[in-house]
């Protein structure tokens, strides 16, 4: 959790091979999974967001090379110390489709 804007975002030019610059949040988690930053790019510049929990740990994926894209549901359950796979989550429906 050392790294600031710059480290962050050449992670994810080198690493996951995207560019921070089309738009995305990316999530970057503590090895005791305790703090988490998010990395994201507006018009003008980036935006760095750093989380602390007092008390648990995020239920972030075991793997340390593992990188996933995450719906807005799921960012959100992240932020909130819950795990991003919700077993009774009501799934997303597919348009014009009625049963």
Sequence with gaps: MRKAIDGLASIVEGVLGKNPC?????LFCGKR????????WEKD??????KRL?????QWPR???QARELT?????WLLEGL???????IRTG???VLY
């Design 22 to 26: 089309n738009g995305g949040l990316y």
């Design 33 to 40: 999974r305790d703090r988490l930053k998010a990395l994201v």
């Design 45 to 50: 510049g980036y935006v760095l967001l750093y």
């Design 54 to 58: 007092n008390n648990g740990r995020f």
């Design 63 to 65: 793997s340390e090379t």
């Design 72 to 76: 807005t549901q799921q960012v959100r």
């Design 83 to 89: 795990s991003i796979e919700q077993p009774k989550a």
């Design 94 to 96: 597919v348009r014009g």
